[in-house]
């Protein structure tokens, strides 16, 4: 099993910043790639950006050049970490972090992403 847990999501104006981070813990090992989702009120989810186990990134083309990536690696956990900037009023919406291991995927419980003047 893999717990995920996302935190950072808040109330930002358009053209800001925020930083969502996405802890996991358990079978870790297992993962071979950690990604962010996004769903929007009355919209379907929708991928954002995808880190693999290699490192590699991959984004969604509404949001290249504006989201960054990156990860860490503490005592027994994955952090995985998405740097949002010049945010729009579009990118608001509730974002999960899924973790891709052979037999499936996880999901966190989602962070809440407001974009507001």
């Known amino acids: 099993q893999v717990q995920l847990v996302e935190s950072g999501g808040g109330l930002v104006q358009p053209g800001g910043s925020l930083r969502l981070s996405c802890a996991a813990s358990g079978r870790i090992f297992s993962i071979d790639s950690m990604g962010w989702y996004r769903q929007a009120p009355g919209k379907q989810r929708e991928w954002v950006a995808e880190i693999t186990s290699g490192g590699g990134t991959s984004y969604a083309d509404s949001v290249k050049g504006r989201f960054t990536l990156s990860r860490d690696n503490a005592k027994n956990m994955l952090l995985v970490y998405l740097q949002m900037s010049s945010l729009h009023n579009e990118d608001t919406g509730v974002y999960y972090c899924?973790?891709?291991?052979?037999?499936?995927?996880?999901w966190g419980q989602g962070t809440q992403v407001n974009v507001s003047s």
């Open positions: 899924r973790a891709r291991w052979v037999g499936g995927n996880y």
